[in-house]
Every structure is written in C-alpha cells, then in structure tokens.
C-alpha cells in the first residue's frame, strides 16, 4: 500500500544561497541543489570566469558545469506546497480566541456551530449529529454558539433557569418557582421570549422608521448645504464683481484725474515756455537798447550827439508776469483737496454701509436654526421688549405702564377713529413687528385672557376678529379657569393652567412656543408651521378687571 502521508522537512528542500524553498531545483556535480536563478547568478558573478565553486562546499570545477534539473526535490516541494494550503484550510475549522470551541472536541478543538440550552454545552459540526437524529436530543433548544452557557444555570440549584418571573423581573429555575417566587406572576422563559419579540419588533419597526426619518432629516440637510454652497458662491461672485466695478470706476476716475492734471500740465508749460521765449526776445532788445544809450551817454561831441539823439529807440510796452498768469500757483494742489474729499465721504459711506452689511450677515441663517432653549435663563437671552400700539387697542381696554399692560374697564375709552384699531373685540396688537427670534412673558390676573401673535392683516371687525378664530392668528385662550389653544377655530385644551405664560417665537425655523413660567420651564403647546409675514404680539382681555401685562 501507498504510504498515506509524508513528512516533509521544509529546511532539507531550502536553497542555501536565497534561504526560501527551491524554486526550479537543480544538482550540480557535487551533489547539493540550488534554485536555477541563484545558481546562475552566483556563478555569473565570480571573478575567475574560468574556475566555478559551489557556494556551500566550495568544490571547483572546470568548464563551468551545466545544472541539471532534480526532479525528485521538485516534487518533494510541490507535495510540501500542497500540505500547507491544507494546513492553512484545516485552521480556519478550529477554534481561535475569539471563537467558541467543540466541548466534545479532545485536543485541539474545533469551531462550534450551536450551543445546547438543555446540555450546556457547544457542539462541532461532527459532535452535534447525535441531536439531529436521537429522539430525545431533537427535543433540546439549540442556538448560536455562547460562550455564556454557564448565565443558563440557577446560582442557588444549580438548575437551568427555564421560567421567568414577571413579578421580579428575572430568569428563575423550577425549584426557585416553587420556593423564593411561590405565587408570583411566572410564565415559560420562552413565552416571555415570544412576548418580547412582539415588543421588539414593534421596537425595531419604531427604530427602523426613526433612522428613515433621519435618512429624509440627511437628504433635506445634504440639499440645505447644496444650496447653502451655491447662494454663497454667487453671492461671492456678485460681491466680487460688484467690488470690481468699483475698483475699476475708481481706476477710470484715478486715470482721468492724472490725464488732466498731465494735460493741464502740458498747457502751462507751454504757455509759460512761450512767454519766456517773448521775455528773452525782449531781454536781447532791451540790451541792445542798452548799448546804444550807453554809447550815446559817453559822446562829448555835442553836434553828433544832438543829431543822433532822434534817432534813439523806442522803449516798448514791457510784458509783466502778472498780466500772464492769471491761475494760482496752488491749483494743483486744490485737485489733490478735492479728490481727498471724496475719499473721506467715499470712507464715510463705506463705514456706514459696512455696518448694514454686517448686520445683514449676521441675521443670516446658514443652516437650521439653534435649538430651543430649556431654561428660563436661555429664554431670556432672546427676551425682546414689547409695547403695544394705541392705534389698535379696543375702546374696552386701558392701556398703562408705558403701554405694556392691558385692562379690561367697563367704560368705553375715548379713542379716535383708526383704520388698524379693533372695534369688536377687546384686543390689541404690538406697535413693532417681532424679531426673528425672540422671547417675552405675559403676567395674567383674573378671567378672560388672550396671548397671542398675528399677521398686522388680521381683520379688525366681527367675530372673526377673535386671537385665534382664523388663519392669522395662534392664541392661548385662559377661561373657565383652564387653557386652551386656538388657531383657525380649532381648539386644543391644555392640561395646566399658569399665571405666567411664556412665548418663544423663531420666526425662520416657523417654530411658535408657549411655555409655563415657573421656577421650571413647562411646554404648553408647539406650533411648526411656515410663517409667510411678520408677526405682532397680542393680548386679549374681555372679562371687566382681568388684567395681561407683557413682561
């Protein structure tokens, strides 16, 4: 028979030159083998050319030897290759440290595939048969491989724990059932099991719906960025070319002034080039002039000098600098002045605008807006202060303490006619329109009470006039000593019934919320919708006495 396995010896089969397996094996006459490759190069790379050695015995031989190929190491390599590919398949197979490993498996164990709740034990592939095909075996729970089996067993029997304690909340055993837990609500650990996984899917299908919700919440925000990305470019883009404009008007303005002072330059040189030609013309007849009247002076003989005296020449009108230039010798320099004057308004109105721009910049909202705050200090950070305008108050109201306060008296105030006043219903809006985000408070004292905010549309007359009983308007409604919101006629009661109510407005995120001020915040109600004008605070009261103060 066949020998079933061989024993290879992996250092016996290594070339001595490069120290790996033989790679095309080859003798020479001496005996040892090398690789095909290392033995061409060693010997291609000796001094001698004419005497050759082998690199490990030294022996010499001449004419260099012609390698033959060994063919019995090459198989002994190929065998050796095929052995650890089987090594290397058979490991995976067996156990490592992070596996469960075979508790029937003697030696070196191999992989669990299940572990037994009733045995306690993890079964190989080849161990775990017996539970596929004796009776009661098939009856035993398997599941994937646990390294915890030992959690299975009751500390106090040393029983698998197989019923669970609805009262306590715990795995328990039988015996503990019929002792610690006598009477209580205990059921099969696999009926809790089944139980539970009806909770858990609902679980799973809440958590599954919560991560499409937030897949939507990424798109909206990965679109919000795209477009974030895109607005700031072109407005980079504008603002560039825009500034580029201006840097070009002001070079066009900056060439034009150096063109006409170059101009202006050149024309008064010229002139004042002609006018010392017309000077130096004069100068030379004048000199000569001079020289004739000098002559002249020193003639004793009188006879000649009478004679010649007719003759003398004409003195002419002479050219006088100021009957030239009739400009300031500063005139350039007033070009200068005015051109430093528009600078400085050019700076004033760049100071000026660029405060504007900073203040635009800054009430941009890149991205969504920050979250709500959750104490009343963080509330009060957006505190904004509010007035409300006569111009709209009912003529049942009274408006005191700087027009922050509103009561309702039975004698009909004496306003005049005004288009924007209230003439139904005993209510009045804000003077000034609410910021995008902003907090105030309104103090309540008695019956019959309005907080409110509204569009400045919001009709003036009849029922529909009413906080909250149309579309322009969301209001908390205080009567019969309860809460209630109220937004086109749809009412919401609430549960609480404060004194002191709390408003907090993001107009950009369209967020509306209405708080219980206390030494805690407490949410009453939230509106998330999409605010399409600016809002103004209102406040209602109808019952004679009952009082609502913004704070």
């Known amino acids: 028979m066949a020998q079933q396995g061989i024993q290879l010896d992996e250092e016996n089969i290594c070339c001595s030159a490069c120290l790996d397996l033989l790679k095309d094996p080859v003798a020479i006459p001496c005996g040892h083998s090398y690789c095909m490759r290392c033995m061409k190069s060693f010997w291609d790379g000796e001094e001698d050319m004419t005497i050759h050695s082998c690199p490990q015995c030294r022996q010499t031989f001449t004419p ?289 605008e660029w405060t504007k721009i900073s203040l635009t910049l800054a009430d941009v909202d890149v991205l969504l807006s920050p979250a709500e705050p959750k104490t009343r200090a963080g509330f009060l950070k957006h505190s904004h202060e509010i007035t409300m305008d006569p111009n709209t108050v009912n003529k049942w109201l009274l408006l005191s303490e700087g027009n922050r306060k509103a009561t309702c008296v039975p004698n009909k105030q004496l306003y005049s006619a005004h288009p924007y006043r209230f003439n139904d219903r005993s209510q009045v809006l804000s003077k000034e329109s609410l910021p995008g985000r902003c907090y105030w408070e309104v103090k309540r004292s008695g019956r019959g009470v309005r907080v409110a905010v509204a569009y400045k549309d919001i009709t003036r007359r009849g029922d529909i006039s009413r906080f909250g009983f149309n579309e322009k308007s969301w209001s908390l409604n205080y009567q019969n000593n309860s809460w209630t919101f109220i937004h086109n006629s749809i009412e919401t009661p609430l549960s609480v019934s404060p004194s002191r109510i709390g408003v907090y407005l993001d107009h950009t995120a369209g967020c509306l919320s209405f708080y219980s001020v206390s030494d805690t915040m407490t949410l009453l109600h939230r509106v998330q919708t999409t605010f399409t004008q600016p809002l103004y605070a209102g406040i209602g009261v109808w019952d004679f006495g009952a009082k609502a103060e913004v704070k």
């Open 64 to 352: 260099r030897p012609v390698p033959v190929r060994n063919t019995m190491i090459a198989k002994l390599v190929e065998e050796l290759k095929k052995t650890d590919v089987q090594a290397a398949s058979a490991d995976h197979c067996y156990a490592g440290p992070a596996d469960v490993g075979c508790d029937f498996c003697t030696g070196r164990k191999l992989k669990a595939i299940k572990s037994c709740l009733q045995c306690l034990t993890s079964f190989c592939q080849q161990h775990l048969q017996p539970h596929y095909e004796v009776a009661p075996l098939k009856k035993h729970k398997l599941v994937d491989p646990s390294k915890n089996l030992r959690e299975n067993i009751c500390c106090h029997h040393d029983e698998v724990m197989e019923i669970f304690c609805r009262t306590d909340q715990q795995c328990i055993c039988y015996l503990c059932s019929v002792e610690e837990h006598k009477g209580h609500d205990t059921v099969s650990a696999a009926a809790e099991w089944t139980e539970r996984q009806r909770g858990l899917a609902e679980i799973q299908q809440q958590v599954q719906q919560n991560i499409q919700d937030r897949e939507k919440d990424m798109k909206v925000l990965q679109q919000e960025v795209k477009a974030i990305n895109h607005s700031a470019d072109e407005a980079v883009r504008d603002n560039e070319e825009i500034f580029n404009q201006l840097i070009c008007l002001i070079e066009k303005r900056s060439s034009e002034v150096k063109q006409h002072i170059r101009s202006q330059q050149k024309a008064e040189v010229s002139r004042a080039e002609e006018l010392q030609e017309k000077l130096e013309q004069e100068i030379t007849e004048l000199r000569r002039k001079d020289a004739v009247l000098q002559q002249l002076s020193h003639t004793e003989d009188h006879i000649q000098f009478l004679q010649s005296y007719p003759s003398l020449p004409v003195l002419s009108e002479s050219t006088h600098l100021s009957s030239f230039f009739v400009r300031p010798l500063r005139y350039f320099e007033d070009v200068t002045a005015a051109v430093s004057e528009v600078r400085d308004q050019l700076q004033d109105i760049l100071s000026e």
